[in-house]
């Protein structure tokens, strides 16, 4: 059973930082590339951050770069996204997934996610 907790939201001053936590279980965790995504109200789910396996690459949507580091720890089968100066344009569920490569079109598997809240 493919499975995802994510934690780390909560409310927060615009200029703020969180680190977002992934905990992955139910898959070969190494094998795959794992992507943080995020949905506000009334909007489609947006692309935000992905690492791949392997090598590691990592990739930012528009809105997280120079903001935003996506990482991971193999041995907690753990990604973290570390947000930095947010916005409140920021405000959304966060959610992790999973597919073959950050280019995938397979992300089907995300979590419960966690609010993100960013006040003015």
């Known amino acids: 059973e493919v499975h995802f907790v994510e934690s780390g939201g909560g409310l927060v001053q615009a200029g703020g930082s969180l680190r977002l936590s992934c905990v992955a279980s139910?898959?070969?965790?190494?094998?795959?590339?794992i992507g943080w995504f995020r949905q506000a109200p009334g909007k489609e789910r947006e692309g935000v951050a992905c690492?791949?396996?392997?090598?590691?690459?990592?990739y930012y949507g528009d809105s997280a770069k120079g903001r935003f580091t996506v990482s991971r720890d193999n041995a907690k089968n753990t990604v973290y996204l570390q947000m930095n100066s947010l916005k409140p344009e920021d405000t959304a569920v966060y959610y992790c997934?999973?597919?073959?490569?950050?280019?995938?079109?397979?992300?089907?598997?995300w979590g419960q996610g966690t609010q993100v809240t960013v006040s003015s």
């Open positions: 997934d999973a597919d073959s490569h950050c280019s995938g079109n397979g992300w089907k598997d």
């Open positions: 139910g898959f070969t965790f190494d094998d795959y590339a």
């Open positions: 690492v791949n396996s392997g090598d590691g690459s990592t």
